[in-house]
């Protein structure tokens, strides 16, 4: 059983790891895109994948439960926030006359 | 090992955070940084193993005092994005530099100088049970040292009544186009957020007996909301009070006070709960509390000095 402890305890660490790499993918995005709207792609897309595996893998590690819900949720709400806040960062930039090769 | 490194690099962000925000010329990324120093506090309280200051720290700190910089930042360039306010150089700032080099030398030769704070955190812990909460923190704020918070009540609703003054009665207000109140996604995060808020206001409050919590805090979170009705036009503030905005206003104040009174009337001393009412007591004047918290923040923020319902 030993082994397959391992194992389980390895995938909740590989999650965590390859959230914490979405979420430095999307960073670099930030730093490096041109655009307002490249970088706001990069940005939501990377860092709300990343936010979930992160609470995938904490979930995992601590134990399933009551707590995983509040994981769940904290997911869920950083999406809705996420979502809402480059749509509105958007279509600010958009209203404002920014074109998608201006730099921001 | 690990702590203590995330622990130094939490500091050393810390004062690099101020350090920057402080010389910044670019308003605008001032009050960012200053956004993300207040994020950090938030980490920086869980750490030291406050949660209470943490939860204030996160809704007040970072939530509603962000929310206060942008809206100013907004009024200052007038909502148009290539207008990049460039802090001016004043002739105070080396003076003021050197006014705040003493007052933070003094903050660190009066805390080398302090004793330990063992003693008082022991007798806390040890009295608690007399309290009539669990959570220490709250039996400090409202039984042990409820005189503090009493008066601390007194200075948000002064604090207000001075944003009132400076107003004026006919302010204009929410004549400003905000935050697209049009757009669906906004009215889905409404409908979503805002009774989440009440959710979890309503919690917090709850847990203060036992758990880190209170008034403050379910206080600000409910704040949040009302900061979220008012910029989607859910809420429109009006420049003169109402009899229930003053009411909302003042309750808390009102509730605390009749209660720290009502032991004078059989002889008992001020504040003094009288014995097995006490948590009876401080869950009502922390719920009355709560309101007053929630309406005055929400009203500082929008500068209004009462809500009807909004337009949309």
């Given at each position: 059983m030993a082994v397959l402890d391992a194992f389980y305890h390895s995938l909740g660490w590989l999650w965590l790891v390859l959230g914490a790499g979405f979420f430095l993918a999307g960073t670099v995005a930030l730093i490096r895109f041109p655009d307002v709207y490249s970088r706001l792609h990069a940005l939501t897309k990377a860092d709300n994948l990343g936010l979930g595996l992160i609470c995938l893998g904490m979930a995992w590690e601590l134990g399933w439960g009551r707590q995983s819900l509040k994981f769940l949720l904290i997911w869920l709400l950083a999406l809705l926030a996420g979502s809402v806040s480059c749509h509105l960062v958007a279509r600010f930039a958009l209203r404002s006359g920014l074109g998608p090769d201006d730099p921001p | 090992m690990t702590a203590t490194l995330f622990d130094a690099l939490l500091a050393l962000l810390l004062v690099w955070l101020g350090w920057r925000t402080v010389v910044s010329t670019n308003l605008f990324n001032a009050v960012v940084l200053f956004v993300i120093f207040g994020l950090l506090m938030v980490l920086c309280w869980a750490r030291l193993g406050a949660p209470d200051v943490a939860l204030a720290e996160a809704a007040i700190g970072a939530g509603l005092?962000?929310?206060?910089?942008?809206?100013?930042?907004?009024?200052?360039?007038?909502?148009?994005?290539?207008?990049?306010?460039?802090?001016?150089?004043?002739?105070?700032?080396?003076?003021?530099?050197?006014?705040?080099?003493?007052?933070?030398?003094g903050l660190v030769a009066t805390g080398w100088q302090l004793a330990p704070p063992t003693e008082l955190g022991e007798t806390v812990h040890a009295r608690v049970a007399e309290s009539g909460v669990e959570n220490p923190v709250t039996a400090v704020l409202l039984n042990f040292r409820g005189y503090?918070?009493?008066?601390?009540?007194?200075?948000?609703?002064l604090a207000l009544l001075g944003v009132w003054a400076t107003n004026g009665p006919h302010a204009t207000l929410g004549s400003r186009q905000t935050l697209d109140p049009d757009s669906a996604l906004i009215d889905a995060m409404?409908?979503?957020?805002?009774p989440m808020a009440a959710l979890v206001c309503s919690y917090?409050?709850?847990?203060?007996?036992?758990?880190?919590?209170?008034?403050?805090?379910?206080?600000?979170?409910?704040?949040?909301?009302?900061?979220?009705?008012?910029?989607?036009?859910?809420?429109?503030?009006?420049?003169?009070?109402?009899t229930s905005s003053r009411a909302l206003v003042t309750v808390g104040l009102f509730v605390f006070v009749a209660v720290a009174c009502y032991p004078l009337v059989y002889g008992g001393r001020l504040l003094a709960y009288p014995d097995g009412q006490t948590k009876a007591l401080i869950f009502l004047v922390e719920a009355a509390l709560t309101v007053s918290i929630a309406h005055s923040l929400t009203l500082m923020f929008s500068g209004g000095r009462a809500f009807q319902r909004g337009r949309r």
């Open positions: - | 005092t962000a929310a206060l910089l942008l809206e100013a930042y907004r009024d200052l360039t007038g909502n148009d994005p290539h207008h990049v306010h460039d802090v001016e150089d004043s002739p105070l700032r080396w003076p003021l530099a050197a006014l705040c080099g003493l007052l933070f030398l503090d918070t009493l008066l601390e009540v007194a200075v948000l609703m409404v409908r979503l957020l805002v917090l409050l709850w847990a203060g007996a036992h758990a880190p919590g209170g008034a403050f805090q379910a206080g600000a979170v409910l704040a949040g909301a009302g900061v979220l009705l008012h910029l989607a036009e859910r809420l429109q503030p009006l420049g003169t009070a109402s």
